[in-house]
């Protein structure tokens, strides 16, 4: 069982990531702030505000969801975490958050990894071809539909 509240002298890596991150960036370490964090980092899954908030209530159930929308930002503040957003001004969250390409399903919103990374090689040659513009980082999201959208998969099924 995870314990959500503050642990003295953890040696628990991801407290103490959580920890190490926050001081250096003048936040304070709370319960709540360390359960989005866990769940976040615990799952492969790129949550909505209010599926985090759902998942996280279960373990404390006086956090409110504006608790954990603050507490997302916090953490994408300090880079712990990533926030994913599209022309439907619609966000997910991401515990990881080392550059990788995601898919998404136009249907359902759902969002995934890919299980691979663009080498650096390849991301100099494309950065070469820029022109003028200085790249800084990069986003890869193949779109679609997931099994459970597909209208080509219902149909044949």
Partial sequence: ???FGE???SSDPVEQELRQVLEARGQRYTAQRAAVYRFLHGTDVHPTAEEVF???RSKLPGISLATV?????TLV???LATKLTYSDSSARYDGRTDPHP???CLSCGQVGDIPTHL?????DRLSGRT???RVTGYRVELTGYCTACDPGENARA
């Fill in 131 to 133: 022109g003028a513009f």
């Fill in 7 to 9: 642990i003295s002298g």
């Fill in 69 to 73: 929308y603050k507490n997302l930002e």
């Fill in 77 to 79: 503040g300090c880079g």
């Fill in 102 to 104: 995601h898919v998404r």
């Fill in 119 to 123: 080498p650096p090689a390849e991301l």
């Fill in 54 to 56: 759902r998942t996280v």
């Fill in 1 to 3: 069982m995870v314990n």
